[in-house]
Each structure stands twice: as C-alpha cells, then as structure tokens.
T-cell receptor
C-alpha cells in the first residue's frame, strides 16, 4: 500500500521555467493538500481540494496553480519558477475534509536557480 | 488571519518528560492535531484533540483547552529516537476545514 506518492523527489529549475509536481494517493481519500516547507516556517498550505472537482486557495497560493485530475491525483504547477519558490513541497490527503489525520507524501525538494 | 505559536527549540535528557506548547488564533476551530517529522522525512500524525482534556497514546499525550486557545504535547520516557520536529496543526472550523500548521518545535534529546 503506497499511500501518498509524489514525483519527482528532487528537481532543479532555472528561473522562469515551468513544471508540474505530481501527487497520487491510493487510499480513496476525498481531500488532498499541497504544502511548502521552508526552514523555520513550518508547513504552509498552498492549495487544497476538499473533494474531487473542487479546489481552493490556502495561505500562500501566489505563483501556483493546481488541478484535481480525479479522486486519486492532485497536481501542483509552477508556471514561471522564481528563486523564492525554492522549498520542499509536500502533498497530503485525508479521508474527508474534517478527518483528523492527514497522510503525507515523502516530499519534492525543488531548487530554483 | 491564522496564527499558531510554538517554541522553536526544546532540549531534554533521555528518560525525562518534555512538554511542547501551542497557542492558536484562528477563524474557527475544529480540532488540534500534532505531527512528528524527522529530518528529511515526511510529517506523521501523532494525536488529535477536538474536546477539552487529555488524550493519551502510549508515551505521548496531548491536551487541549479551547477556552484558552491552548494545547500541549507531552512526551514521557524520552528516547533518542524522539529527536525530531513537532508541529501543532488546527483544523479550521469554517466550512473549509483547512489544516493549518504551526512553525514547529525542534526537540533534541540528549543522552
């Protein structure tokens, strides 16, 4: 049982390049989340999807877009990468919007040069 | 806006007890969770409090006081493997149920 799978695990981008971070969960969860983690800043919510077909902004959505492709998959897109987007990105899922426990993927370490 | 405050670092001795506090100011409140994250790893769920009081799970306990907007995580019989970062997280009580995290407390357990 893989849980939450993120690809890629590592990525280096040049400023202005675009890329999509992929996330898939096999737990039949309804809700999915994208967070970024910077040193000393904890986890900050970028976007989330309460259920298939819905997405909403989190705390730091600027510079990002998301797609809830189906119930399993939730992708995060950087249209024009900036050095300020250098971070570790985590995808997470929970059974329902109000479920207490969220399950996290192993993260994508992104460097923008 | 939302804010969750935690101490940035705590140091304790192996076998001891340590308490990590969390105060929050959020637009609505549905519950307080705690997550553990080892260096280079992903956050993993530890505990959850929706109502006031103490919840115990093995060596870990979590407490919540909604009237004080305050909670804590209590770790007993500390082991070296408990060295990690600990995050409190609030499930917002508005219709979004967003999960918002604090900045984390880095716990160092010394021999």
């Amino acid at each position: 049982n893989a849980g939450v799978t993120q690809t890629p695990k590592f990525q280096v981008l040049k400023t202005g390049q675009s890329m999509t971070l992929q996330c898939a969960q096999d737990m039949n969860h309804n809700s999915m989340y994208w967070y970024r983690q910077d040193p000393g800043m904890g986890l900050r919510l970028i976007y989330y999807s309460a259920s298939e077909g819905t997405t909403d902004k989190g705390e730091v959505p600027n510079g990002y877009n998301v797609s809830r492709l189906n119930k399993r998959e939730f992708s995060l897109r950087l249209e024009s990468a900036a050095p300020s987007q250098t971070s570790v990105y985590f995808c997470a899922s929970s059974e329902t919007p109000g479920t207490t426990e969220a399950f996290f993927g192993q993260g994508t370490r992104l460097t923008v040069v | 806006g939302q804010s969750l405050e935690q101490p940035s670092e705590v140091t304790a001795v192996e076998g001891a007890i340590v308490q990590i506090n969390c105060t929050y100011q959020t637009s609505g409140f549905y519950g307080l969770s705690w997550y553990q994250q080892h260096d280079g790893g992903a956050p993993t769920f530890l505990s959850y409090n929706a109502l006031d009081g103490l919840e115990e799970t093995g060596r870990f306990s979590s407490f919540l006081s909604r009237s004080d907007s305050y909670g804590y995580l209590l770790l007993q019989e500390l082991q070296m493997k408990d060295s990690a970062s600990y995050f409190c997280a609030v499930r917002l009580g508005d219709s979004s149920y967003k999960l918002i995290f604090g900045s984390g407390t880095r716990l160092l357990v010394r021999p």
